[in-house]
């Protein structure tokens, strides 16, 4: 019995439906949908180093290892700064809430020059303390924050050990001149690029931003530095967000010129970083449009949580790159203005279905 064909509205909104049951799928298992895309992503980008050392002789699983060794080292370094630094904050919690008294006090006298009431800004109604209690209340989840990681690790090991059979078993089953394996190459290569480039970017501005907050003298320069350093790869709002503690300690230790200085700093990374130095770093044109950037944080963040606030251009890239293996789903890529990203891809089916035609 043959089956009745479908319109294209009828298959239109089967795929409507179909990308909402997937939708609603990930929300309900996104513990384990972020782990596996994290791991995907970190094997994407530390495989050319293992390959390098395997060209230097090392087998697949010493360079594995020696891989997954250095990136704890840097990560355990990482953390022991960080902690270091937040150890110093927390001993001087006292002298904070003195210097908050103070500038609370000089708000308050200088509102009521104005005719506002007096105990508009009491010092006893804001406890430095109580902050950093709910902080580390909200902290609480450290442990299963480690244990992600820790899986994360776990299954990028094992990825990673297994990548020369997976490759062998994409090019087996579509062939290595596929439409679709050039796609996943072109696109993983974008990916790779993206990480590294926002990695390097990253690390500059948050090493000139904790080394300006240091030379100023603000509290916990090296914490706010590895906080913009890892709020970085939130697009447009995580250098925002990574700024306004720095800003804090700085008006609270030096007044209002300690927050114009910082707020000028600030500025000054934003223009010199964001924009000389990441295009100097980029090897290709990563620049979308900035509707479907903060579109794709937000949606990611609500998908994923922080992890997809983290990665929202990596997923979104993969994303387009499942658009564009589809004909059907195609057109949404040139519609949202992406479709260059794939240009080369489409000249070489254009030119082949030319010369097929002829």
Same mark, same amino acid.
């Given at each position: ?119 508009? $800004?009491?010092?006893? &109604? #804001?406890?430095?303390?109580?902050? +950093?209690?709910? %902080? /580390? ?5 450290? *442990? ?62 948050? $090493?000139?931003?904790? &080394? #300006?907050?240091?030379?100023?003298? +603000?509290?916990? %320069? /090296? ?5 913009? *350093? ?84 990596? *997923? ?43």
């Amino acid at each position: 019995m043959a089956l009745p064909e479908t319109s294209r509205i009828e298959r239109a909104l089967f795929i409507i439906a179909l990308v909402f049951i997937i939708i609603i799928a990930v929300k309900m298992t996104t513990y384990l949908v972020s782990l596996i895309l994290m791991a995907i992503i970190l094997s994407m980008l530390t495989l050319p180093a293992v390959n390098w050392l395997k060209t230097k002789g090392l087998s697949n699983f010493s360079a594995v290892l020696v891989i997954t060794i250095v990136a704890c080292l840097v990560i355990l370094a990482g953390v022991g700064l960080t902690a270091l630094s937040f150890n110093s904050l927390v001993s001087d919690l006292p002298q904070y809430q003195q210097d908050l008294n103070v500038r609370l006090a000089n708000i308050s006298a200088f509102l009521v020059s104005f005719g506002f009431p007096s105990n508009a $800004f009491s010092p006893s &109604s #804001f406890n430095i303390g109580d902050m +950093v209690g709910f %902080a /580390i209340t909200g902290a609480t989840s450290f *442990f299963e924050g480690f244990m992600f990681l820790f899986f994360v690790a776990v299954t990028t090991f094992f990825m990673l050990l297994d990548s020369p059979r997976l490759f062998k078993q994409i090019e087996s089953s579509i062939g290595k001149d596929a439409e679709a394996l050039r796609n996943f190459t072109r696109m993983s290569g974008y990916v790779i690029d993206f990480i590294v480039v926002r990695t390097e970017t990253n690390f500059i501005h948050g $090493f000139l931003f904790g &080394s #300006f907050l240091g030379i100023l003298g +603000v509290h916990g %320069a /090296i914490l706010w530095g590895v906080l913009t *350093f890892l709020l970085g790869y939130i697009p447009y709002f995580g250098l925002l967000i990574a700024a306004v503690p720095a800003l804090f300690f700085a008006w609270l230790q030096f007044g209002v010129p300690g927050a114009i200085a910082v707020i000028a700093a600030v500025c000054i990374l934003n223009l010199v970083v964001e924009n000389p130095v990441y295009s100097y770093l980029a090897a290709r044109k990563f620049e979308m449009p900035a509707l479907i950037v903060i579109i794709s944080v937000i949606f990611w963040g609500w998908l994923l949580g922080l992890v997809g606030m983290f990665f929202a251009i990596p *997923f979104t890239l993969m994303l387009l790159l499942i658009f564009e293996s589809c004909d059907e789903l195609r057109w949404i890529n040139t519609m949202m203005g992406v479709g260059r990203l794939f240009g080369d891809g489409r000249e070489h089916k254009k030119s082949a279905d030319d010369t097929s035609e002829q």
